[in-house]
């Protein structure tokens, strides 16, 4: 059974940066497509980054776009969310989510569906606050 943890979560300063960390269990990443989401209290699950180990294919929400950076160490089995220029609304509950990706499906397709992938992280917890 593939596990995520997800780590590097905390406190932060507006403006301030956190890098976050979902690692894989059990599996190497060649070929899926790993993404991230946030949740915060009454607010709807929301996807904001995702990328696909197969072809390198990376993508951002509108409300993350220009600040957050996603990347992928195959050999470490680890998906990294590097974040800047956090701001009070990016304090939500983060996680991780992971499915393989084959031949025929397209990474923009995934990535726009990563909120149905079977595999989730349990979360970490960003909070932006001054």
């Known amino acids: 059974q593939l596990q995520l943890v997800e780590s590097g979560g905390g406190l932060v300063q507006p403006g301030g940066s956190l890098r976050l960390s979902c690692a894989a269990s059990g599996v190497t990443l060649d070929q899926y497509v790993i993404g991230w989401f946030r949740q915060a209290p009454g607010q709807e699950r929301e996807a904001i980054s995702c990328?696909?180990?197969?072809?390198?294919?990376?993508y951002y929400t509108n409300a993350v776009k220009g600040r957050f950076t996603i990347s992928s160490d195959n050999l470490k089995s680890t998906v990294y969310l590097e974040m800047n220029s956090l701001k009070p609304e990016d304090s939500a509950n983060y996680y991780c989510?992971?499915?393989?990706?084959?031949?025929?499906?397209?990474?923009?397709?995934?990535?726009?569906?990563?909120?149905?992938?079977?595999?989730w992280g349990q979360g970490t917890q960003v909070t932006v606050s001054s």
């Open positions: 990328i696909s180990t197969r072809d390198g294919y990376t």
């Open positions: 989510a992971v499915e393989p990706q084959r031949p025929h499906q397209s990474s923009l397709a995934m990535c726009l569906s990563l909120v149905t992938f079977d595999s």
